[in-house]
């Protein structure tokens, strides 16, 4: 199955300039060798997820409550910092919001995206299938694709370039290797700079595995990737604290070391939800290391 085809089932109302994109992209997807059901499951599921199945272009900062603006830029949640009685003047203002945000009036974050002059935090604001976001980045993503996306920024979308920012994004994150692992953690992460909208991302990666089993590949997904070391370590640390039933050593993150990582969590009174993410990963050393000095004489 073709990805456009994929693309067509999973999200019916994307906007044509992704369309055509993915229409005439057989041959880029190729050379950026997302080839194979997982990588193509995870490549979409987060391209359509930063885009909303296709229907957005731009990022989008019309925000029409101020409860909504706060708990995204306020104090305690981005740098911006924007204080309740400033909100008023940034509510359906996207080019003010912008500048405060992204631009000039952020003196901080606008140095690390590359906004050097007045507007250029609307002008550069998220734009595309992994949403590239400030002039530095516009430019360094031209510079790879071969498009003046810095000058010309409307470029970032068109059916000619769109595929290209995202898939050099991909590569020079290495996102296939953690496709292969079935790693949708650390994608995100390595994608958002956090894990905002993992489990959006999680539901549209089933989405978009159901779509590819349809066309042959029904495998489950972990059973599909490939193995890590990490995992392994994970597993053989579980089953030392005392898992039960005690995990098989295989190097893949499927539903029973998932289980496994819950009955950790919480039995070390730490958020519960089978990632073994940075939090995890400290209680568990915490634990073997405690354990050990024990058992010494």
Same mark, same amino acid.
């Given at each position: ?21 993915? *229409? ?41 409550? @101020? ?6 830029? $306020?104090?305690?949640?981005? #740098? ?5 009685? *400033? ?28 906004? @050097?002059?007045? $507007? ?12 590239? %976001? ?23 979308? #068109?059916?000619?370039? &769109? ?9 020079? $994150?290495?996102?296939?290797?953690? =496709? ?7 994608? %995100? ?10 489990? $959006? ?13 349809? #066309?042959?590949? +029904? ?8 193995? #890590? ?7 053989? =640390? ?7 039933? &005690?995990?098989? /050593? ?15 969590? +919480? ?10 993410? /940075? /939090? ?18």
């Amino acid at each position: 199955m073709r990805i456009v085809t994929i693309v067509r089932k999973v999200a019916p109302r994307c906007y044509p300039n992704y369309l055509k994109a993915f *229409e005439d992209g057989d041959e880029i997807f190729d050379r950026f060798k997302i080839n194979t059901p997982l990588r193509i499951a995870h490549f979409l599921a987060q391209a359509l997820y930063e885009t909303g199945r296709g229907t957005v272009l731009f990022e989008s900062l019309k925000y029409k409550t @101020t409860a909504r603006l706060l708990e995204i830029f $306020g104090i305690g949640h981005h #740098s911006a910092a924007i204080r309740p009685d *400033e909100v008023d003047q940034y509510l359906n203002n996207d080019r003010a919001l912008a500048e405060r945000v992204y631009g000039l009036s952020n003196p901080k974050k606008a140095k690390e995206l590359g906004n @050097t002059k007045p $507007g250029d935090g609307y002008k550069y604001r998220g734009g595309g299938l992994l949403q590239t %976001t400030g002039g530095a980045n516009y430019l360094r993503m031209g510079k790879l694709a071969g498009v003046d996306f810095y000058n010309n920024p409307d470029l970032i979308v #068109s059916p000619e370039a &769109a595929l290209l920012p995202a898939l050099h994004e991909w590569n020079e $994150g290495g996102l296939n290797a953690y =496709a292969d692992r079935n790693d949708i953690r650390t994608i %995100t992460r390595l994608i958002n700079g956090g894990y905002n909208g993992l489990s $959006g991302r999680t539901e549209l990666f089933e989405v978009v595995w159901s779509a590819i089993g349809k #066309s042959g590949a +029904n495998q489950v997904a972990w059973k599909a990737a490939t193995t #890590s070391d990490e995992t392994r370590e994970l597993q053989e =640390a579980l089953n030392d604290l005392g898992a039960e039933p &005690a995990l098989v /050593v295989d190097g893949r993150y499927g539903p029973a070391t998932a289980q496994a990582v819950e009955w950790f969590q +919480n039995h070390a009174k730490i958020p519960v939800d089978g990632n073994a993410g /940075v /939090v995890t990963q400290a209680a568990l050393n915490l634990r073997l290391n405690s354990r050990t000095a024990s058992e010494r004489p």
